[in-house]
């Protein structure tokens, strides 16, 4: 089984910039993909980003294209999930989570889960 652990959340202001951190256990880290989502009170889960195994294909919901950067460490079993100009919009609980390919968007396309961590983006 694999563990994952989402840290990084917090309140920041309007336009500014959070980095998340999804840490891993296990050897099987750098076989998956990995994906970013985030979930609102009262709203359906959310795809917002995701990468392949080796960090070398990405994608990005339309909602946060040129504003958040989702990367990868293999050697520090990490993924991350840079968020720049935030917006109010982005608040949410947001989750890291394992698939077997990076191009899956569907949140019961992902096999293991981290417990989320908060981001509040408010005045």
């Known amino acids: 089984q694999v563990q994952l652990v989402e840290s990084g959340g917090g309140l920041v202001q309007p336009g500014g910039s959070l980095r998340l951190s999804c840490a891993a256990s296990?050897?099987?880290?750098?076989?998956?993909?990995m994906g970013w989502f985030r979930q609102a009170p009262g709203k359906e889960r959310e795809f917002v980003a995701s990468?392949?195994?080796?960090?070398?294909?990405?994608y990005y919901t339309d909602s946060v294209q040129g504003r958040f950067t989702i990367s990868r460490d293999n050697a520090k079993n990490t993924a991350y999930l840079q968020m720049n100009t935030l917006k109010p919009e982005d608040t949410a609980v947001y989750f890291c989570?394992?698939?077997?390919?990076?191009?899956?968007?569907?949140?019961?396309?992902?096999?293991?889960w981290g417990q989320g961590t908060q981001v509040t983006v408010s005045s």
């Open positions: 990468i392949d195994m080796y960090g070398s294909s990405t």
């Open positions: 989570a394992t698939a077997r390919n990076y191009y899956y968007t569907a949140a019961n396309k992902y096999d293991y």
């Open positions: 296990g050897r099987t880290f750098k076989s998956y993909a």
